[in-house]
């Protein structure tokens, strides 16, 4: 008997993991470098391992899951997470640390290609869409909990190696109530055949999302890599804009049922991308104070891109099955990767710009910052046009294979 409890805990421990391993290795790299001599380009190298690994498992995943199981993947997932971590904490070399690293990618995506398809199994209509969000809520909450860990065990004096030590706590524990655990069926027989995933992917409405997916992505994740950069020379305080951001990221997201209930899933991506654009809007503008009313914005409009981009394959889609929900969060891993070099030559373009005017110093880089923020606002104007088609495209369909959509009853 499946316990979906017991599962969706596990799920969110595992995502916990990923987000404690995104956080954590960001803060404890200044002192990687240091004390292994590394440059920054290694470094780099370093983390690039984990958006390597990432999209590979998810996609691998999607491809065997209904062949070898949500479990057996998993188990992978906590092989690879608990030799990565330890290969962290005991290589000491540049190497070492580029398979460890990709290691906890590997796992990371592990996680995303069980558990996504599992909660979609699991849970119907409404209710499924609940679970997503509350599912996705633990990336930007446990990235919250990850950095005020590695802030105060660094201020407290412990070294990296004991703050990597904290990521395995959540490896353990999505380890043990995954255990002995039996996972749902899937909920058409089509979606658990390769030929059947492909043949819902090659239609219209898949083909579609998939090229929104790269957009919401680099929405979602473009500016908040280059945003703290950029704020540092106008009076906000970055460390501050990003918690506050997947704070509410996190907040959102436990309501996300709610909202997909008043809404629809299409209205939902619709309101985002306006959130979104203005958000993004405010950040190329505005400085000071106005930066945080900026964050609260983004915040609100990302939010639900990224749980609810499955939940729509996952409900209009079904027979893509978890294939398609891995391709669907591959292809924002992937936009995620391809547009970073494409922002820093914008950045270095504005820059150039400006210095060519006489500027200089933190006016130099807030004006440059802010130029390059404006052209990032087309990524969620685009989306405010091609979610307003959707909206319209989609009305008056129904989710497939949901038509009796659980209410919301479970609270967890």
Known sequence: MTNEKRLFYGSCFALITTALSFSIRAGILPQLGEELSLSAEQLGFINSMWFLGFPISMVIGGLVYHTVGGKKIMQFAFVAHAIGILMTIYSGSYTGLLISTLLIGLGNGCTEAACNPMIADAYKGVQMSKMMNRFHMWFPGGIVIGSLISKFMTDAGFG???????????????AYLF????????????????SGNFQAMLTPLFIFMFCCMALTAISEFGPQQWVGLILAKSGAQPMLILALVTGLMAVARYFGGEAVHALNTTGVLLGSA??????VYLFSTQTGGMAYVAAIIYAMGIAYFWPNMIGFIAEYIPKSGALGMSIIGA?????????????????DSDR????????????????????????MVLFPLILVVLFTVLFFWMRNRQPKGNEEAAELVTDY
Do not use: C
Not at 166 to 173: E, G, K, R
Not at 179 to 194: H, L, N, R, Y
């Open 352 to 375: 150039a710009e400006a210095a060519a005017t006489g500027l200089t110093g933190d006016e130099l880089d807030l004006v440059a910052g802010q130029a390059t923020l404006g052209t």
């Open 160 to 174: 990296w190696e004991a703050q990597i030590w904290v990521i395995l706590i959540p490896t353990l524990i999505y």
């Open 179 to 194: 255990f002995g655990q039996d996972w749902p069926k899937a909920k058409s027989e089509a979606a658990t055949t390769v």
């Open 274 to 279: 306006i959130l979104a654009t203005i958000g």
């Open 331 to 347: 292809v924002g891993m992937f936009s995620t990767s391809i547009f970073q070099p494409i922002i820093g030559g914008w950045i």
